[in-house]
């Protein structure tokens, strides 16, 4: 069944994650003893661990699945148009073709991208015993805190981090493709150009070969969303462990 249904994270993409599990459980720190011991506080404690070593992990795993089917069928594409005689075109390029499966798994991974968001925003912040469910906002949510010391950390990895991500966070008139997606229309991950010299997705989501005057792949594209929120993720749960580690050892 595992192999069939079950996905699992590398080792070493689980490796901020248990880190995290490493600082709440290796000794408990005295909040957790403290929330896990009152009812009414109980919920901070579920949706912080839970937060983090369910939903985000999970999460991002289901990013990393959509990747790897994106990659897989880009793929499959550039193998069967490598095969093609293309020097019937001359100087034509050729648009079409049914890009349907490519355009689903690139929408879904742009959802599953925002959720690793907003789960760890919701996640980092119940440990100040507030509520927040959205990453754009998070560094406003925090704005006054019970440790200060720990959100004024975060907050910082916030601010460099979120430029990364106007692709899922709206900010003024601008919409983000995720908005766009979620209420206006389907964004599709790009349209197959075929040339003389190549075959590739351009435009789309991602607006490939649009902005730099050279196409880059899906995939390549994708890649770099990927390592984006990889360290983004690494940077907020590490910065979290230092710094409410300093604090717990405080008398």
């Not at 994106?70 to 148009?81: K, P």
């Not at 490598?82 to 959802?111: C, H, M, P, R």
């Not at 899906?218 to 890649?223: F, G, P, T, V």
Request: proline share 3%; hydrophobic share 40%; with cysteine.
């Amino acid at each position: 069944m595992d192999l069939i249904a079950g996905y699992r994270l590398s080792q070493a993409e689980r490796a901020p994650y248990l880190k995290f599990h490493d600082f709440i459980t290796n000794p408990q720190p005295s909040f957790i003893s403290t929330w896990r011991a009152d009812p009414k506080l109980g919920r901070w404690y579920h949706r912080l661990v839970n937060g983090v070593l369910g939903d985000v992990q999970s999460t991002f795993g289901c990013v990393l699945y959509h990747v790897t089917n994106i990659q897989r069928m880009e793929s499959a594409i550039e193998g069967v148009i490598a095969k093609l005689d293309k020097s019937i075109l001359g100087n034509v390029t050729v648009g079409g073709g049914d890009t349907s499966k490519i355009n689903f798994e690139y929408q879904a991974f742009i959802f599953a991208y925002r959720r690793v968001l907003d789960y760890l925003a919701r996640a980092l912040a119940s440990y100040f015993r507030i509520d927040c469910n959205s990453f754009r906002t998070f560094d406003r949510s925090l704005k006054t805190t019970i440790f200060p010391s720990v959100s004024a950390a975060l907050v910082e990895v916030h601010r460099t981090r979120l430029p990364l991500f106007d692709f899922v966070a709206s900010e003024g008139n601008r919409k983000s493709v995720r908005d766009k997606l979620a209420h206006y229309e389907a964004i599709s991950a790009g349209f197959l150009n075929l040339s003389i010299r190549n075959g590739q997705l351009v435009g789309g989501g991602e607006e490939l070969g649009l902005a730099t005057g050279h196409t880059i792949s899906l995939s390549h594209a994708l890649d770099r969303r990927v390592q984006d929120l990889r360290e983004t993720v690494k940077d907020f749960l590490y910065t979290f462990v230092s710094e409410a580690r300093k604090l717990e050892a405080q008398p």
